[in-house]
Every structure is written in structure tokens, then in C-alpha cells.
């Protein structure tokens, strides 16, 4: 699978991979679409339609046996607005102020990107939103998606996600996955008593200090509390 993470790109892409362009329904012979084509449209089509489509298509993979809704994966990643002030080489009283949004995106939340280094973290900051989608693990297929401003954290839409999973597909939810960020008791609570699965979420260590990564077996554990198996 290949991001495209631009209409340039994904015009591109088509023009230059025919195989591709068969399998998106566009012709041969026929133009591709223009970025500006692209932009139109998704400009003039309500979203709500888009949803309505990808929900149904996924029904049908799930019919067809390519989904199976068994095992799903919870992430999110940034989406940076085109503002002057994510470009750090501008000149910008304020940058991340909260209280005061970029006035070419009103709409945009002030976000935060962690970079684990090996020696320390590196924190930075960002005008944007974020997508918020869940994924069936085995076909690594999209099956719920949802872009809120930055600022909303992730594990606030955990629950708003499943339910609307809940309401549109007949999953039979075996386990979730997910990062440190839906380490929360409200989360495990829901997925155990609601999803009726089990939850594969990284332990978030809360800011403690002096972790143990040796358990008594002399094993080595990871930072989210699982056993590291010697490769060699």
C-alpha cells in the first residue's frame, strides 16, 4: 500500500499508473482528473455522502470475506493546515497561542507531535487537525474514520468511533488495538464490557520515574509492559 498524501500526487499517480487508474474505475484512453477537478469535488460533496459510500463498501468486503472485523486497530495521524504559522522559518508573534487561532483557519486546533529519540524526546507543536480512524487489522482496511481539530485528543474519540463501528457493521470484535494514548480506565472498562473483547493497548507509565525493564525471570520487558524476545 502507498500513501498519497496530495491531489498533485494522486493525479499524478493515475496518469502514471494505468493498472491503477483501471482498478479507481477511470478508463483508458480517457483524462485523468486534474487536481483542481479533484478539489471540486470533494469541495461540492457532502461528506456525510462519502461516509454513507466507504460504510457501504466495507459491508460488502465483509460479505465478500476480505474483512473481518475480528481484530481492529485505533490510531490517528496530523494533519497540518497550509498557515504561516507552521512554517518556522516566518517571522510570528504567537505562534502556538491557543487563544489565537491562524485567520486563514479559524477551524484549525493547536496539536502536538511526539518524536521518541534515542537519547530523549523531541516535542513540537502545530496548527492542523487530526484523522482519526480505525482499521481491520488482518486486510488493514479503513472500516470508521473521522478528522477533528488537533487539539481533540485521541482518546476522546475512541468510543464516538466504535459506536458508530457498533451501529453501521455486524463485527464479532475480538480485540483492539492501540497506543498509550487509550490507556484509560474508561476505555478498557468500555471495551471489556461493551465490545466484549480484549484490549491490546500499550501501558501509559503516567510520568513515573525509575521504570523496572527487567522483570524477575531476567527477562527484559519493553516500556508498554511486554516481554522482548532475544532474535539474535
Request: hydrophobic content about 35%.
Amino acid at each position: 500500500m502507498k500513501g498519497i498524501p496530495t491531489l498533485t500526487e494522486l493525479s499524478r499517480e493515475l496518469r502514471e499508473n494505468p493498472s491503477l487508474a483501471l482498478v479507481c474505475d477511470f478508463q483508458p484512453g480517457i483524462p485523468v482528473p486534474s487536481k483542481q477537478r479533484f478539489s471540486c469535488f470533494l469541495r461540492n460533496t457532502p461528506n456525510s455522502l462519502l461516509q454513507e459510500l466507504r460504510r457501504h463498501l466495507v459491508n460488502q468486503l465483509l460479505h465478500l470475506g476480505k474483512v473481518k472485523g475480528k481484530y481492529l486497530s485505533i490510531d490517528s495521524v496530523p494533519i497540518k493546515s497550509k498557515v504561516r504559522e507552521n512554517n518556522l522559518k516566518t517571522s510570528c508573534a504567537n505562534r502556538f497561542d491557543k487563544s489565537n487561532p491562524p485567520k486563514s483557519d479559524q477551524q484549525a486546533g493547536l496539536g502536538v507531535e511526539i518524536y521518541l529519540l534515542p537519547t530523549k524526546k523531541h516535542v513540537a507543536y502545530f496548527w492542523g487537525y487530526r484523522n482519526h480512524c480505525v482499521i481491520d487489522c488482518e486486510s488493514e482496511i479503513p472500516v470508521e474514520e473521522e478528522t477533528k481539530p488537533a487539539n481533540v485528543h485521541d482518546s476522546n474519540m475512541f468510543i464516538p468511533l466504535f459506536e458508530c463501528i457498533r451501529n453501521n457493521y455486524s463485527f464479532n470484535i475480538k480485540g483492539v488495538l492501540g497506543d498509550s494514548a487509550f490507556d484509560s480506565e474508561h476505555i478498557l472498562k468500555y471495551v471489556f464490557e461493551t465490545l466484549k473483547a480484549s484490549p491490546y493497548i500499550a501501558r501509559n507509565p503516567r510520568r513515573k520515574t525509575n521504570q523496572e525493564f527487567v522483570i524477575s525471570s531476567g527477562a527484559r520487558v519493553c516500556i508498554a509492559g511486554f516481554k522482548m524476545l532475544y532474535w539474535g
